[in-house]
């Protein structure tokens, strides 16, 4: 009788921790599949030119994380930071905007984020 081994992958971008002492953020919790994250972010070329940034905007971005409200890269990403942490992901098209890229953003581009994890908050289930 044979076991069949589950295939190793890889993650589809690089990441690295940014933060001010790289300290990997301020607790050792991460958020969990469907937690409420809050973010601030800040997405850029490989040349550095900047396309999107929540802080221009002044307010930070939420979602649900693991369920497909934002790009693969994001819910991949941010799953593996500590509350604090800021992290910077380089991440190719597919788990990016994809090949045909959307409408304000370039197709079949690397990309990078930097991500900032202001906070997470669980869903509570009171059902039994």
Not at 40 to 52: A, N, T
Request: glycine share 8%; no cysteine; charged share 30%.
């Amino acid at each position: 009788m044979t076991s069949i081994q589950p295939k190793e992958e890889k993650l589809p971008f690089k990441g690295e921790d940014i933060s001010p002492n790289r300290d990997n953020g301020l607790r050792d919790d991460k958020p969990l599949f469907d937690d409420q994250v809050f973010i601030h972010y800040v997405g850029s070329e490989l040349d550095g030119k900047i396309f999107v940034n929540s802080r221009d905007r002044d307010e930070k971005f939420s979602f649900s994380l693991g369920k497909g409200e934002v790009i693969p890269a994001w819910d991949l990403g941010v799953a593996t930071m500590k509350r604090g942490e800021i992290a910077r992901f380089l991440s190719i098209p597919k788990y990016a905007y994809g090949l045909k890229g959307e409408k304000k953003y370039r197709s079949a581009t690397n990309v990078i984020f930097e991500i900032e994890l202001l906070d997470f908050v669980g869903k509570i289930n009171f059902s039994i």
